[in-house]
């Protein structure tokens, strides 16, 4: 799908689910404004309990519902939804934001500094062993975790490719 229609489709489903979330974004292939070959619509989303009665009384027929991600079918095209926390949401909105190329390149040079992810928060690594792990505090944004890392902001359109 392009850009415009996986835009246009993204804007109408959160427009439909905003009254049962607390926060609600676009990730993925759509905020790095890709602009074709997009093969899905991402959306991160802190849920109220109400999001799922809305999926009850839609009939929404999901094939895939844990607590951490929905994959639906809307209007013809694919949906991820990934469901967090405000503790996990700068770490899962990062990640979900891709590329996944970025991602894993990024992921792999903060465990070079120390760093990682845990149950979708970050971490310092500490330990003998590098067995222990320890939540870095405040993190609530993506730009939280560019801070603890010392590293600028990385506009996510720019989000390709290999993290150097």
């Known amino acids: 799908m392009d850009y415009n229609r996986a835009?246009?489709?993204?804007n109408?489903?959160?427009?439909?689910?905003?009254p049962f979330c607390k926060r609600i974004e676009i990730g993925g292939s759509i905020r790095r404004k890709k602009s074709f070959e997009i093969k899905d619509i991402e959306l991160i989303l802190i849920p109220t309990w109400e999001l799922e009665k809305w999926a009850v009384d839609r009939e929404l027929r999901r094939y895939k519902a844990g607590?951490?991600?929905?994959?639906?079918?809307w209007k013809g095209e694919k949906v991820?939804?990934?469901?967090c926390t405000p503790?996990?949401?700068g770490i899962i909105y990062l990640i979900r934001t891709g590329s996944a190329e970025w991602?894993?390149?990024?992921m792999c040079w903060i465990q070079h500094?120390?760093?990682?992810?845990?149950?979708?928060?970050?971490?310092?690594?500490?330990?003998?062993d590098n067995d222990m792990f320890e939540h870095v505090p405040d993190i609530k944004e993506?730009?939280?975790?560019?801070?603890?890392?010392?590293?600028?902001?990385?506009?996510?359109?720019?989000r390709i490719g290999k993290w150097t």
């Open 103 to 106: 991602v894993t390149s990024f």
């Open 12 to 18: 109408e489903l959160i427009a439909e689910i905003r």
């Open 113 to 128: 500094k120390g760093f990682c992810s845990r149950n979708a928060r970050l971490c310092r690594i500490t330990g003998e």
């Open 7 to 10: 835009l246009t489709l993204a």
């Open 87 to 89: 503790e996990t949401w």
């Open 67 to 73: 607590d951490k991600m929905w994959q639906f079918m």
């Open 142 to 158: 993506e730009i939280d975790i560019f801070r603890a890392l010392n590293l600028p902001w990385v506009e996510p359109e720019c």
């Open 80 to 83: 991820d939804m990934f469901l």
